[in-house]
């Protein structure tokens, strides 16, 4: 598991590229003074820094001294910050560099050139769906033209505050439909997908109490997305799948709509695109994903895909994600162990920079991997990375993974031990409140097999795989089958073949037999 560190001087620096430390040590250089010159040995330390280490820091850079430390490291951070944000081409760091150009004339009493930048940002805003800055424009513009005598004509007032109210309304909106989205996600995170009826009723309620009254053809550019957002992640709790591929889709629409924005929201883009292909995956619709796996791919290798560190990094976790997803889709475990160590590596290396929720589910993804190739060591050895951290968010992936622990040891004939893993994982899934029917018949099944003969562990294998296919179409039940590949798990114990070639011969029947993805969604 990748380590971290805290120093946020030190993960600033090394978030930059090339290219960026080249700009810092050109724009200090312009401006450069005693101090500045300390800066640029102290960022170079820092630079060559593996981890940080402060003690190590002073005794290699006998001319910083510790109580200046704090102050320098402070003018370090801002300095660098100075430096790559000017000139960028991000509209946000733009509208926010000409309000401060506006408020510098201002201040010189230029209060025509004031104005004339303040136009310019609230087109420029208007245009790109920034009413927060629009917004900010506007409370300047009403507070100069209040103040002093320029360019006020009859109806200018009346104008100014109907923009104003205008954008308000908005605003206000999207700072409801925001909230509601992110409530919803960060419920996700917490607890996965409703466990019961008691989960479902609550967020039913808290969803129908909670949306705000909007019409979504009157509604922006954002006000569209976060309104989206909001149903995505309410149909995936509730897995209700055919739903949570609807509004993925209209997520994913809302950019190719406004292409612009791909640039402006790399990160949302990238998001839309996960939830697309997560949803293909979930509904196995194998010719959806393939499409929306080359859409993905195509933006990955754009200049929008490279525009800073955050958007390759995201890029990066969730176009990895779904290239092993297609592994298991494809029924090509083996095949896909080729991208375990390029996966590891890059953890590694964006390991300031990426969540714990988001290596637990690869070192899930990892293990599964490892599973359905057969290797069930290697399938334990990275299920015990997940079992031995706090289940603190995602209990679902905790309680997963101690299920396919079980599982592996099972098939490695470890009875003993499976015998006590049976008791403990019950607990665990219970104490989680994440037993459903599905668990419960691979419970009683497990606990079973140790009295059954040789003559009888086949027919008790079919007898748990038409369970659980009667069980399919049960909401509540849904989650289990997205964890595990169950009954593909069955049917190799039925037939005594790999579970990979269970799933690839499904794969490679469907493929022959292929119908229009709007048919397969019907």
């Known amino acids: ?26 724009y200090v250089k312009r401006i450069s003074g005693n101090d500045d010159l300390k ?45 790559i944000s000017h000139g960028s081409d991000d509209i946000e760091i733009q509208l926010s560099e000409q309000l401060i150009f506006a408020r510098t004339l201002y201040n010189k009493g230029l209060y025509m050139q004031a104005l004339k930048i303040l136009d310019k940002v609230k087109s420029s805003a208007k245009n790109n ?58 419920w996700y995170v917490q607890n996965g ?4 009826e008691k989960d479902e009723k609550a967020i039913k309620d808290f969803f129908y109490h909670n949306l705000p009254v909007c019409d979504e053809n009157k509604m ?102 779904a290239k092993l997803n297609e592994h298991f889709m494809h029924g090509t475990f083996t095949q896909g162990l080729s991208m375990v160590k390029p996966i590891k590596e890059k953890l590694n290396e964006y390991k300031l920079h990426i969540d714990m929720h988001r290596i637990l589910i690869f070192y899930y993804k990892i293990a599964c991997l490892y599973f359905g190739s057969g290797n069930n060591e290697k399938a334990i050895e990275h299920l015990n990375i997940i079992i031995n951290r706090k289940p603190d968010l995602r209990t679902d992936i905790h309680c997963y993974s101690r299920l396919l622990h079980l599982i592996a040891h099972f098939e490695m004939g470890n009875y003993n031990l499976v015998e006590y893993l049976i008791k403990s994982v019950y607990r665990f899934m219970a104490k989680m409140n994440s037993l459903n029917i599905v668990e419960e018949e691979i419970f009683s099944f497990l606990k079973k097999s140790f009295s059954l003969s040789q003559n009888e ?37 039925i037939e005594n073949v790999p579970v990979q070639q269970i799933i690839r011969s499904k794969y490679l029947i469907s493929k022959k037999n292929r119908m229009p993805l709007q048919q397969h969604l019907i």
């Open 39 to 83: 800066i640029v040995a102290l960022f170079d330390a820092l630079d060559s820094m593996q981890e940080y280490d402060e003690e190590k820091l002073l005794k290699k850079n006998r001319s910083i001294q510790k109580q200046q430390l704090s102050n320098m490291k402070a003018h370090l951070y801002k300095q660098i910050l100075n430096s």
């Open 457 to 493: 562990i086949i027919p008790a294998f079919k007898s748990l795989k038409n369970k659980l296919e009667a069980l399919k179409g049960n909401p509540l039940a849904t989650r289990s089958f997205m964890y595990l590949d169950i009954i593909g798990w069955l049917e190799s114990k």
């Open 193 to 196: 997908h409703a466990r019961d």
């Open 220 to 321: 922006d550019f954002y006000e569209r997305l976060y309104y989206y957002q909001a149903y995505c992640w309410y149909t995936f709790i509730l897995q209700d799948l055919l739903g949570y591929y609807r509004y993925s889709q209209k997520w994913v629409d809302l950019f190719e709509e406004n292409p612009a924005m791909k640039s402006f929201e790399s990160i949302q883009y990238v998001k839309g695109l996960h939830n697309l292909l997560s949803a293909h995956f979930v509904l196995l619709n194998y010719r959806g994903f393939e499409d929306s796996l080359k859409l993905f791919e195509n933006f990955a290798a754009s200049k929008e895909g490279h525009k800073d560190v955050n958007t390759e990094i995201q890029t990066f976790i969730y176009l990895q994600l």
């Open 129 to 186: 769906n920034q009413n927060t800055y629009r917004l900010q424009a506007l409370i300047f513009e009403k507070k100069i033209e209040a103040m002093h005598i320029t360019r006020s004509i009859e109806g200018r007032s009346g104008n100014l505050s109907n923009e104003s109210s205008e954008v308000n309304k908005h605003l206000f909106l999207l700072s409801n439909l925001s909230g509601f989205a992110l409530q919803l996600y960060s």
């Open 1 to 26: 598991m990748p380590n971290r560190t805290s120093d946020e001087l030190f993960q600033l620096i090394h978030s930059l590229n090339k290219t960026e430390k080249r700009l810092f040590k050109l």
